[in-house]
């Protein structure tokens, strides 16, 4: 019952805005955190990996502080093009929808 008359205190003082704020902030922390638990699991796997490979595969390749980091940046490299690409594709898409329903609503008044 606390908790309702506060939450009523609250959008009483600052209206339906402080909720739309709420939800935008929760959101935006669920991109944020999601991002950042993918750079973590880059940077694990991408110390994992020279171990693996040398273990797993036999690549003759020294494990050094350089070669972990070179794999932490060719990591975060592939996730840029990675999120790069995402965002073309989604690009490409929105304008071929675009497009599509402009031709059909243009066959619509032809007929």
Do not use: D
């Amino acid at each position: 019952m606390e908790i309702i008359s506060i939450i009523n205190e609250i959008i009483s003082q600052y209206g339906i805005f402080i909720l739309a704020l709420f939800v935008l902030f929760i959101l935006i922390l669920k991109i944020v955190a999601k991002i950042i638990l993918r750079a973590v699991l880059i940077i694990i796997s991408s110390v994992i990996f020279p171990f693996f490979s040398k273990k797993f595969f036999g690549i003759p390749q020294e494990i050094t502080i350089q070669t972990i980091l070179s794999f932490v940046i060719l990591g975060f490299i592939i996730l840029g093009v990675y999120y790069f690409l995402k965002i073309l594709w989604k690009i490409s898409e929105t304008i071929a929808n675009t497009i599509e329903k402009i031709s059909e609503k243009e066959k619509c008044k032809k007929k």
